[in-house]
């Protein structure tokens, strides 16, 4: 078990450009979560899937915003047409979601910058 | 909605003194609380949880109580080093479907030798 992984790990692009991010989740965990974190603040949930259905957006997930877990392994975070405000850490995390605990495991995270 | 409060930092201790950052939470339900650790440079990692009332979780020296009755979450350490540097975050997860966490918006420590 290695753990959640990310990637890439940094990425600079342009705005008006398109970025697609990876997450591995821990393998037996069935639930991934993604999350986005700005400077000085908390993570703020993003999305949720269990296997290959996703199950729950946020609002903060705009239109530009998709993910998928097509075969309920890794998942991919893409963002179209990029602006400045979505400069942020993108967090990945997977849990196995048995019992009541739901205990996530976090990846290192994705730092976005849009220039 | 969900929602959580933490005591603003940044906060610099000397080594040895005790830690105490303060969490409140709202909440519909009996949500489970957590504290996160992000050290410099790291991912998140989980410290410490509770799921219930009363419950005392506790790990590394560190100790939270999960009191309902000030919907109150403080996290504290009677010592603290200067590896305890980093960033705290307080989060709960509800009961729904997806249990996604609601975090605070973090204290960052930093302890001085």
């Known amino acids: 078990d290695t753990g959640v992984s990310q990637d890439p790990r940094h990425k600079i692009t342009k705005r008006g450009q398109n970025v697609t991010f990876r997450c591995d989740p821990i393998?037996?965990?069935?639930?991934l979560y993604w999350y986005r974190q700005t400077l000085g603040q908390g993570p703020e949930f993003l999305t949720y899937?269990?296997?290959?259905?996703?199950?729950?957006k946020s609002r903060l997930l705009s239109d530009r915003f998709s993910a998928e877990r097509p075969k309920g392994s890794f998942s991919t975070l893409e963002i179209q047409r990029t602006e400045q405000g979505d400069s942020a850490m993108y967090l990945c995390?997977?849990?196995?979601?048995?019992?009541?605990?739901?205990?996530?495991?976090f990846g290192p995270g994705t730092r976005l910058t849009v220039l | 909605g969900n929602s959580v409060t933490q005591m603003e930092g940044p906060v610099t201790l000397s080594e040895e003194a005790f830690l105490t950052i303060n969490c409140t939470y709202t909440?519909?339900?009996?949500?489970?609380l957590f504290w996160y650790v992000q050290y410099p440079g790291e991912g998140l990692q989980l410290l410490l949880k509770?799921?219930?009332?009363?419950d005392k979780g506790s790990n590394k020296g560190f100790e939270a109580t999960y009191r309902k009755e000030t919907t109150s979450f403080h996290l504290e350490k009677g010592s603290v080093q200067v590896s305890d540097s980093a960033v705290y975050f307080c989060?709960?997860?509800?009961?729904?479907?997806?249990?996604?966490?609601?975090f605070g918006s973090g204290t960052q420590l930093t302890v001085l030798p």
């Open positions: 995390a997977s849990s196995l979601g048995q019992g009541g605990l739901n205990e996530q495991f």
């Open positions: 393998s037996e965990h069935n639930r």
């Open positions: 899937f269990q296997n290959e259905a996703q199950l729950e």
């Open positions: 909440a519909t339900g009996y949500p489970s």
């Open positions: 509770a799921t219930k009332a009363d």
């Open positions: 989060a709960l997860s509800d009961k729904g479907s997806a249990r996604q966490l609601t």
